[in-house]
């Protein structure tokens, strides 16, 4: 079952893979995250809520919520990062 540092770890691979390609911005969806950790879709290893979690936790200035379903907790999150990190 996924962790919070199985989403943080491929978060923050994708963060710096987009900033060597010189991207300004990179847009993460809370679904497309989970499934390349892994567990997703899946009854019982469905840890969206852990990834939705990990994907606010790692805002910073500059970045932007663009989706978010009613609950804030969900496969259409979808947020806006900044790039490079700081």
Do not use: W
């Not at 009854?43 to 979690?53: G, L």
Request: glycine share 8%; with cysteine; proline share 7%.
């Amino acid at each position: 079952m996924p962790t919070a540092d199985d989403f943080k770890q491929r978060l923050s691979k994708l963060l710096r893979a987009a900033a060597e390609e010189g991207k300004s911005f990179l847009e993460v969806e809370a679904r497309k995250l989970h499934r390349l950790v892994g567990g997703y879709p899946g009854r019982e290893t469905n840890r969206m809520p852990v990834c939705c979690s990990v994907m606010r936790q790692e805002m910073k200035s500059g970045d932007a919520i663009l989706c978010q379903p009613p609950s804030g907790q969900g496969a259409t999150l979808t947020i806006r990062f900044k790039l490079p990190r700081s």
